[in-house]
């Protein structure tokens, strides 16, 4: 599966296969927002905080997915 890091602006592109190399299995498709951004009610974050977002198969297109918005106080 492809990574990848946002630019000042917050953008970014993900490129990738969907094989694990030398694997069996099929790949389990995620997203993973890793981020500094402070946790409501507060002005500072120190840790990074993680929201992983499993992607069932049934849901993968053939073709490149767009996601527009990710909303991280959930």
């Known amino acids: 599966m492809g990574h990848n ?4 602006s917050g953008h970014y592109v993900v490129e990738g296969c969907g094989d694990d190399m ?9 997203i993973e927002v890793r981020h500094r951004c402070p946790e409501p009610g507060h ?3 120190i ?3 993680i929201k992983e977002i499993e992607i069932p198969a ?4 053939e073709d490149e997915v767009h996601v527009e918005n990710i909303r991280l106080d959930i």
């Open 43 to 45: 002005t500072v974050s």
């Open 47 to 49: 840790s990074f905080r």
């Open 5 to 8: 890091y946002t630019d000042e």
């Open 22 to 30: 030398f694997s069996w299995n099929d790949p389990d498709p995620k």
């Open 58 to 61: 049934k849901y993968l297109p």
